[in-house]
T-cell receptor, first 113, second 108 residues
Framework: ETGVTQSPTHLIKTRGQQVTLRCSSQ?????VSWYQQALGQGPQFIFQ???????GRGNFPPRFSGLQFPNYSSELNVNALELDDSALYLC????????????FGPGTRLTVT | KNEVEQSPQNLTAQEGEFITINCSYS?????LHWLQQHPGGGIVSLFM???GKKKHGRLIATINIQEKHSSLHITASHPRDSAVYIC??????????FGTGTSLTVIP
């Protein structure tokens, strides 16, 4: 059984650019959630996808968008990057919508300069 | 005010001590999660609970729904328990709220 994987591991972008982060869910999981964790802070919930539909969203602007594919892998897209977008981005997959146990990926460290 | 508050923020203990981390929340929840995060970022789910008490090895988690409070206990603490422990809650609207974490250091 393959765990949750994320790519890339690290990424450096310039303010105003766009970025796509990828997440591969654990086998059999149809739900994925994305989180942003700034240095020294707890994670912040961005959104959740269940069977390719967004079904929960945190307090993030529309320039944060996502996709979930039929194989339940997922992308997080961020447009018009700002310096404050620098953070660790985590995805987590689960068997279904809350309340199921979440399995986290290792994260993508994004630095915006 | 955050929806999830944890205490203490930092905790240092001697090996073998009994440790308690507290979590209070202000929203209606479908479940409460205790997570462990090691340096480098990897997060592991320790417990998910919606009532009562759960135990895994030396770890015990309790929740009081009426008081909107949960505790994570570590018995016979060990240096390998050193990590950040995060409390998170999920609600029926598929929203997740996280505490800022408790940084635990266990000294040999």
């Amino acid at each position: 059984e393959t765990g949750v994987t994320q790519s890339p591991t690290h990424l450096i972008k310039t303010r105003g650019q766009q970025v796509t982060l990828r997440c591969s869910s654990q086998s059999g999981h149809n739900t994925v959630s994305w989180y942003q964790q700034a240095l020294g802070q707890g994670p912040q919930f961005i959104f959740q996808y269940y069977r390719e539909e967004e079904n929960g969203r945190g307090n993030f602007p529309p320039r944060f968008s996502g996709l979930q594919f039929p194989n339940y892998s997922s992308e997080l897209n961020v447009n018009a990057l700002e310096l404050d977008d620098s953070a660790l981005y985590l995805c987590a997959s689960s068997l279904g919508q809350a309340p199921y146990e979440q399995y986290f990926g290792p994260g993508t460290r994004l630095t915006v300069t | 005010k955050n929806e999830v508050e944890q205490s203490p923020q930092n905790l240092t203990a001697q090996e073998g001590e009994f440790i308690t981390i507290n979590c209070s929340y202000s929203v209606g929840i479908s479940a409460l999660h205790w997570l462990q995060q090691h340096p480098g970022g990897g997060i592991v789910s320790l417990f998910m609970l919606s009532s009562g008490k759960k135990k895994h090895g030396r770890l015990i988690a309790t929740i009081n729904i009426q008081e909107k409070h949960s505790s994570l206990h570590i018995t016979a603490s060990h240096p390998r328990d050193s990590a950040v422990y995060i409390c998170a809650v999920s609600n029926t609207g598929n929203q997740f709220y996280f505490g800022t974490g408790t940084s635990l250091t266990v000294i040999p």
